[in-house]
């Protein structure tokens, strides 16, 4: 039967050539998803300045909330305390324990920093997050790299740095000479001893004496993380079992390509790209697999005559059922492996642009191992045998005379386990619709909003034959009177091969639910969250630091500046609530965005109102909530709360304010000096100002430009200028998801064309006799038109039916109106694009089936 297979895939290029194609990109669009999530989860990233020690411990950024099996991710990056590094050195089988110290430093040429540090945005808070490309070490950890001397000597003694090849070139300097450092918010006179470079390193180095390295390091008696060198013969993976074991839950040993954790603590952030990676790879599954499956069993349908004969002249249903595996494995296999390069290419560009958009930090490596690609070419096979299975199993079951019967009048019937299927999916979306509106906050609400109406989608194309009956029944009438006896031929065909119609409606209906709903998702996503930063954003001007932050008089120098009505130091991070517990899970889901601001100036600049207490407390260990949270965990004011800051620091602080918000931005507020101190360069990096009434913002720029001038590395930014780069970075994320958009809709696109183009090949007898029998071309060309127009017609009906299943729950949870917002003219471009679509797929290849003679075109295949 294998050779049957074989010869009728070779006289059958019509079928074979579809179902190629639909194996291909349903394999290629399920390993671009593989690539995203295997990244997410090697979440690989190598050691730069600590490529020298094969293992590496640091911080552990990781913990669970008390009573929960979750573990979060904290914000900031974890030092390690002296006791963990005696403990390390005292393990057996460590030759050396090297001490890492890094802080912001950063080398200056004519008051100017060598290296830029962008702005970049990121989340839905107010929050301005300074790349720092410069950093601070002590000599001692140069050997991690390793760092080379090129010229002079190390740092013996205070006063003395070592900077690298690359900032000496760009500042000027050489050994002997005096250079101006940037550190602690303050500029230092130092003296070059040495120039050393490392080939592999990226970000700038400075390294300083082991007597500064003590006065700059903002947690005395910690780390950033220790490099471990072995002993002679040790193994590493023992080693670090015995580290792991030694240092306990407060630290984490790494090995391998998890050792650039340590330098980029930014790294450790995947949620969203885990999410990103994640739902995408739901989407191509269900896409993927439910087009691939609707062009195989047409195929197969379409060869019901053919089967029946075979069954006719004495094939076994188990030979026929042979036949049906292997040429479906043939073809399965063959796309997926002519698929593989173009996946890993598609899967690579994505993830580009996932990490140029902000959503995913630089340094994690791109994966796309044999694994998914493997998983990838098994699913595709799995559903391409399922598929023709149930597509051929009536042919292979049913008696020879009358599978014949049925061939030509295809039945709609619908088993009871596609019936059961169905429900389930139906099921599904009512359920994310569920989570949506009710258990979870915040921009993750989109996440399981994007698979209610595919679900849906899914459910309804699983009962796709009798609702392309019903359909068809209801719309064909309402359509008819515009195609006059073009209609009527039109409306016959179409209730004679439901299941066929079905098909072709079922990627119509898949590609305006998933675009229509995904759009509008993410245009109402980008408008309630630039409406949330602009309500919150009550500065006029923002004094923006270098990479080492705002000593204290600083605020206090642009106070004194005329036209000055508030400022506040300003910072930002993540932090999670230990206790109480909330009884909803809140924030605690990706962490509370935590602001720190100046409390005599908080009213004017963070937040405009209060509901209880005084913003004026906002001082010492205090904390200032939204009144829902406040309410919901059962605190007033006076009560005490107990945060983990981002660093894995708790604080207990007193409830002083609640303030109101919108529903989905809460955000918790700190003094300014007390949050600074958690967080890497240990100072504000931002002051925001405001201009007093009637006063010319221009003059107060003025004035502050002049003050910045003697703030090395400063810059100034205006309100109107924050919210639009705020508004850029939310384009630049909503980017990727217009992409993943564009690459389900272009399959559910190929699959449109594929299965019309199939569906019409077969017609070509049917055709000749029509023009034997008196019909024009221009009456089945027609004709076809109308077939179209209700394939369209209905496919976007059942699309527009499954939408708001998706945008009202996500509408309700992010803005309280079930109206989502957006422009219309995407409604009606989705709209006017599948029906494009469906009617070029129609009309294109019946024109090219039209062009032989009525005689040939007759004679069957």
Known sequence: MFKLAMRSLRHRWGGFVATFIAMFFCAGLLMAAGGLVQTSADHAVPAQRLAAAPIVVAGNSTFNLPGGSTPYTLAEQVRVNQSVIDTVSKTPGVEKAVPDVSFPAVVLSDGKPVTASGQLFRGHSSRVETDTTSLGHGWSSAELAPYKLT???????????????????VAGVQVGQSVDVLVHGATQSFTVSGIAEAGTVTQAAIFFSDADVAKYNTEPGTVNAIGVIPAAGQDVAALSDKLTAAVGAEAVVLTGDHRGYAEFPDTLKVTDVTITSVVFGIMAIMAGLFGASSTLALAYQQRGREMALLRAIGTTPRQLRRMIRGETIVVSLLASVVAIAPAYLASQWLYNEIVASGIAPEGIVFHLGPVPIVIATLIALLTGIASARIAGRRAAVTKPTAALQEAENQPVRLGWGRVILAWVFILVAALMAFVTLTSVTGPLTASPAAMISICLAIGLGLLGPAIAKLMTAVVAPLLRPFAGLAGYLGSLNARSRATRMAAVITPVMLLTAIATANLYLVTTEQDVSTAAYTDDLHADLVLQSGATGFTPDVLAKVRRLPGVDAASEFVASTGFVEKPTDPLGGKDLDGWPIQGVTADAASKIGVSSTVSG????????????????????????????????????LVDVKLVATFPTRPSFDKILLPANLLAAHTLPGLPIQILVRATPGTNVDQLRTALSSLSQTLPGSSITDRNALATAYAGHLKSQALVSYLIVAMIAGYTTISIVNNLALSITRRRKEFGLQRLTGSTRRQIMGMMAYEGALVAVIGVILGVIATPSTLIPFSLARTGNP????????????????AVVALLATLVPTWFRLRGRPLEAAVPE
């Open 151 to 169: 010229a002079g000597n190390q740092p013996t003694a205070a006063g003395q740095v070592v900077i690298d090849s690359e900032s000496a070139r």
């Open 614 to 649: 005084d913003l004026n407390n906002l001082t010492g260990n205090t904390v200032a909530l939204t009144d829902t949270y406040a309410k919901r965990i059962g605190r007033t004011i006076g009560d005490t709360i107990t945060l983990r800051l981002g660093d894995r620091a």
């Open 819 to 834: 109206i989502p917002t957006g422009p219309l003219w995407m409604f009606f471009a989705v709209i006017a694009y599948a």
